[in-house]
């Protein structure tokens, strides 16, 4: 099937998935309200097979260490799947899925599977990477741009995390972890009942992001958008903790905005 963009709508909501831009969602509308930023680099975009910075684009895999490019030096940022172009797997009124093969640099084969699933007060986006061949670490996340303002106050963000990473110079994880500081952030945070942060813009709207993993990176320091990043594990992860996709295991992970009007 093509990759052309798709309308999910249920109630008042509608979500436009672009796959043949990155599989990411381009935009999310409640009520005729867009809550993400707009720009092809923006809206919601997949992570994967990485999320964050991997320390000088270097990762080991298995015996060996992999180069990958440099596309935020001195580091490689936030995988390679967006850069790509997904195919449309199957579509509903409310549903779709997307697939990506991994490629090049990438140095294993395997899919990637990404479910979009809309309700009138909620979206879900569900992702695994599968391999059918070598295992290999790999991480899944996803980066949404969430507008700072829907047209009257800025948003405000609460969440409680159990820890924060301390962010070395470089802004990797030293290997600390430090009491949560106050904003503003481009750090990753450890929530050890699962992500659970609540965007709120004063009279207008409530969505909480939520995800049964643990990390969510938080950056807050551009003017026009706040990012809420749920992950399978932190920046520079998969030297320091690498989840492993082997040909009986997959790597799946969850994600759930959910929103109340005001």
Known sequence: MSNEDITLTAGDAEVTVQPGNGGRIGGLRVG????LRQGDR??????VPWCGRIRDGRFRDGATVVQMPLNSPPHAIHGTARDGA???????????????DL????????????VVGLTE???TLTMSVETYAD??????GWHPWFNRTLGGEDVTLDFTPTWQEERGPDHLPTGNR??????PWDDCFGMTDGVDVTLTWPGQL???????EEWVVVYDEQEAAVCVEPQTGPPNGLNTLPRLVTPLEPLEATTTWSWTRL
């Open 121 to 123: 007060s909620s979206l």
């Open 86 to 100: 997904w195919r449309t797997a199957r579509t509903t009124a409310d549903e779709a899925v997307i697939t990506y």
């Open 103 to 114: 490629v090049d640099p990438w140095p294993h084969t395997g899919r990637v599977t990404q």
């Open 32 to 35: 005729g309200t867009e809550l």
């Open 42 to 47: 923006f809206g919601c975009f997949p992570m």
């Open 178 to 183: 430090v009491d949560p500081e106050p904003g």
């Open 135 to 140: 295992s290999f670490p790999a991480q899944i």
């Open 206 to 212: 409530v969505l909480k992001v939520t995800s049964p």
